[in-house]
């Protein structure tokens, strides 16, 4: 078991042209599930290479169980790296792709098959173990790249984007699989991918990325409940939050010509977290959100799932206006695209009962809303 911390770590490319991470703080606790999220060239891909002793920190330090291991080769950190590509041996079969960790480490034939047909069996392809690489499915060699993976008994996994070579149906299967053999092996996990549903389902904390620093680090349900910037509401959901961009007067919030809404009616009592603060919030931590700071700019946040839609103009409560942009029935729900100023945003619907360019209001409660600032920080 390992806990690994990141104190600090930058790493530059191109004397400093590029800051592909800058100062990420973090502690991975023994055991956790910890997923690197974000988009394209957000830096997750160093970052779990920096883990790994495959890049060297510019700035920083990186320890595994408190010891300092910056500075040492991948070889003396016990890590075992699984990438998208799976990078298996063409000419050898399964058994010998699986047993190759032990044959290098010198560990006798008998040995080493015992334990290929314990960790065969583990990932369900005791079956393929004749078979050459180019025999398999996707799913297949993602298994076996995995398997001698595990072989290895590391003190830490670390996987990057695993499953993007996989169809849906198939990614789904294995997001499960992993799940289960974390919990059973208990190894510490870092986990990087741009998918959303993938980190969501599977970490236990999810570290949201982008342009190579640390916008959040939480649980996956508190990351959908309270994201802490803009930026993040904007990244996290499917669709993701709307962000109604309005300017605070008089105690409310002015959208123009689609109307305002009162300020202290959408400002709830918040938590509020240390910015560079990212380790697990406790339980209980609340504070009162201070309104009388929220200047000017800001962005009132409600999840699509979360607005009313209707045609006739409500008489009480929080109302925006807008125009019908698209309609699009998916089944589940519909998915209503309406235009408010020159903003488009989404509502989430059980039916799609109103048209293109019809003139709708919409509405959400108080509880639903999130307050941004001019900053993008989340302040009620
Ligand atoms: P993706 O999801 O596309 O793999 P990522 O979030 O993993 O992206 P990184 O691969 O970590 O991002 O790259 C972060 C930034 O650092 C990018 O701008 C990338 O071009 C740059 N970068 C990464 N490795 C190097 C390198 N060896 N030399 C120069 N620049 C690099």
């Known amino acids: 078991m390992t806990s690994i911390a990141m104190g600090g770590v930058s790493k530059y490319f191109d004397a400093g042209e590029t800051v592909a991470n800058y100062r990420l703080t973090l502690e991975v606790v023994d055991g956790e599930f910890l997923v690197f999220l974000g988009p394209s060239g957000c830096g997750k891909t160093t970052a779990l290479r920096l883990i790994a002793g495959l890049e060297q920190p510019s700035e920083g330090a990186i320890y595994f169980d408190n010891e300092r291991v910056d500075g040492r080769s991948p070889s003396s ?20 792709n699986i047993g190759y960790p032990l044959r290098v480490r010198g560990v006798p034939p008998d040995e080493r098959d015992r334990k290929v047909e314990a960790v065969t069996t583990l990932l369900h392809i005791e079956d393929q173990v004749e078979k050459k690489p180019a025999a398999l499915s996707g799913g297949q060699r993602q298994r076996v790249a995995l398997a001698r993976a595990i072989i290895r008994e590391p003190s830490v996994f670390l996987l990057d984007e695993p499953l993007s070579n996989l169809d849906a149906k198939l990614r789904q299967e294995m997001r499960i699989e992993l ?6 092996l208990d190894i510490t996990t870092v986990y990087v991918t741009h998918n959303q549903e993938e980190a969501m389902s ?3 904390r999810v570290v949201v990325m982008n342009q190579g620093t640390i916008q959040q680090v939480a649980p ?16 996290i959901g499917s669709p993701p939050m709307n962000l109604f961009e309005g300017t605070r007067q008089n105690g409310s919030i002015d959208f123009g010509e689609a109307g305002a809404v009162e300020l202290d009616s959408v400002v ?11 380790t697990p919030p406790e339980d209980g931590t609340t504070a009162s959100v201070v309104t009388s700071d929220v200047q000017g700019e800001v962005a009132l946040g409600v999840r699509p799932e979360d607005l009313t839609i209707t045609t006739s103009r409500p008489t009480t ?53 999130y307050l941004y600032d001019e900053n993008g920080e989340l302040v009620g």
Do not use: C
Request: negative net charge; without cysteine; charged residues 30%.
């Open 77 to 96: 950190r016990n890590v075992a790296m699984v990438f998208q590509n799976y990078a298996l041996y063409p000419h050898m079969t399964v058994a010998e």
């Open 268 to 278: 709830r009592a918040g938590e509020t977290d240390d910015p560079v603060d990212t």
């Open 202 to 204: 599977m970490a236990d």
């Open 220 to 235: 996956p349900q508190e990351l959908y409940e309270r994201p802490r910037t803009a930026w993040v509401a904007r990244f």
């Open 317 to 369: 409560g929080n109302v925006i206006e807008g125009r019908v942009d698209t309609v699009e029935p998916l089944g589940e729900y519909v998915l209503v695209n309406v235009t408010v100023n020159d903003q488009l945003v989404n509502a989430k619907l059980a039916d799609g009962t109103v048209s293109r360019d019809e003139r709708v209001y919409l509405t959400f409660d108080n509880d639903d809303a």
């Open 179 to 184: 799940k289960r053999l974390q919990n059973e």
